[in-house]
């Protein structure tokens, strides 16, 4: 008898993750979800999702029942073994001999010997450690930044960079926070009503709750609004609170020409047009196939372009007010994304920082003077923040910071940002929000504005 389909599809995505760099919550939209039943994909969902968040407790327990180091694992076996560990250590409802079950059936499809090896790793499991803590398991590892990094299920690397940043007892919050299921936080069309998109939501066994950080969002209590009737009719975006609250920054209201250096997909370019709707907007992004989505999405009126923001920019010194929305190591969205952080490298940070300057650079030539910049990642990396600004800074004359601060409480005042969200700037005057703080990614952005006189 094969593996259910939700175990199946869950192989399957992880394979994808693993062999092609895929991105989890993309295959989520792809045919093989949409062939599942809802319950199906939820479970489909969960195992995939949870796999790659706890891998690093995953992987020290399979190493521990299997005797041998993962490394020397195949990649059909260890795939097995991840989903069958998982479900037997995190899924409560799921019987043991059904998870064991379930991932033997899917090793058979790499040959009967991987199905042997995979059965008995798991038994030995049941039979040494089913519910022995991972203290008691740890306490044989006697390197405290690898003990760290299984407890947390974050690459020890950055671990270390974030401690030596933020302390313990921060790491660790973030940690936590990156390994819970996210909450959807929605975005609302403008003329919506927050109490009407609500009501309109629960109508549909979607139940809501105000936004933690900006009071005209919602956030997803219980249900699936991905498939709700207001997001079909484009009267809500699934989007990320702090990921909304990056264009409010820029006060887009007023500044008659402006631009989204890397607008794919769409959300914050959105928000530019509603809070600037008689402005000409021009949205630009590198890779054809996003921008051919983004035009479908944002319709007419915007104008897309198709083009690469490091080598030069439409209309040199036109435009009054751009965003840059740089493409990331993306250290911010590890809850959302956790297949990052298995990606990653120690001099990945360095390498996107080099390449978001040469992007800001050809942004500054297109700032037209008297003209504003805001520049964001949803990296918590310094290499790609604060290093970034000070080297445009350095570069560039006519250009100043402009701290954050005041347009933060210029927010709060007008009733769009809650009143906590007052303190989310750095020494040096720039936003910065830590994963977790109003329950959202994590984000790093900073204001520039070139002279009246250029």
């Known amino acids: 008898m094969p593996a259910s389909p939700s175990r199946q599809a869950a192989d399957a995505w992880l394979a994808a993750v693993e062999e092609r760099s895929a991105y989890l919550s993309e295959l989520l939209r792809g045919p093989r979800a949409r062939q599942l039943s809802p319950a199906d994909r939820r479970l489909a969902q969960e195992i995939a999702y949870g796999v790659l968040r706890r891998r690093a407790e ?125 909450v959807a936080a929605l975005r609302l069309a403008p003329g919506l009503d927050a109490a009407a998109a609500a009501e309109a939501l629960a109508a549909e066994g979607i139940t809501t709750a105000p936004g933690t950080l900006l009071p005209g969002a919602l956030r997803v209590a219980h249900g699936d609004a991905a498939h709700s ?29 402006l631009l989204d250096c890397c607008a794919a997909p769409g ?84 390498r996107l920082g080099r390449y978001q300057a040469a992007m800001l650079d050809q942004a500054l030539a297109a700032l037209a003077p008297g003209g504003a910049l805001l520049y964001a990642v949803c990296s918590l990396e310094r290499e790609e923040g604060e290093q970034v600004i000070a080297g445009a800074l350095a570069r560039h004359g006519g250009i100043r910071r402009q701290p954050l601060g005041p347009v933060l409480e210029r927010l709060i005042a007008a009733g769009r940002l809650q009143p906590e969200a007052a303190g989310l700037t750095t020494p040096a005057g720039d936003f910065q929000i830590l994963p977790g703080q109003f329950r959202t990614e994590g984000f790093f952005a900073a204001r520039l504005e070139r002279s009246a006189s250029g």
């Open 229 to 257: 009737a207001l997001l079909a009719a484009g009267q809500i975006a699934i989007q990320d609170e702090a990921s909304q609250l990056i264009p409010l920054l820029l006060e887009a209201e007023g500044r008659p020409r």
């Open 58 to 182: 995953l992987d020290f327990r399979i190493r521990v029942a299997a005797r041998r180091p993962v490394e020397k694992i195949a990649p059909a076996a260890l795939r097995a073994l991840r989903i069958g560990f998982y479900q037997l250590l995190f899924l409560s409802r799921v019987p043991e001999v059904a998870a064991v079950h379930e991932s033997v059936e899917l090793a058979k499809a790499a040959g009967q010997k991987t199905a042997g090896f995979v059965n008995a790793v798991l038994r030995n499991h049941l039979r040494q450690q089913p519910r022995q803590p991972l203290a008691a398991l740890l306490a044989r590892e006697d390197d405290p930044l690898a003990r760290r990094a299984i407890e947390t299920s974050h690459p020890g690397w950055l671990l270390a960079r974030w401690e030596a940043r933020w302390g313990e007892a921060e790491l660790r919050r973030i940690c936590a926070f990156d390994n819970e299921p996210p």
């Open 267 to 350: 959300g914050k370019t959105a928000i530019l047009r509603a809070a600037a709707p008689a402005a000409r907007l021009v949205a630009m992004e590198r890779h054809p196939h996003r921008a051919r989505a983004l035009l479908r999405r944002l319709g007419p009126g915007v104008p897309v372009l198709a083009g690469d923001a490091t080598r030069g920019l439409p209309l040199a010194g036109g435009f009054d007010g751009i965003l840059l929305d740089a493409p990331c190591t993306g250290t911010g969205t590890l809850q959302r994304h956790p297949e990052i952080r298995w990606r990653l490298r120690p001099e990945d940070a360095a």
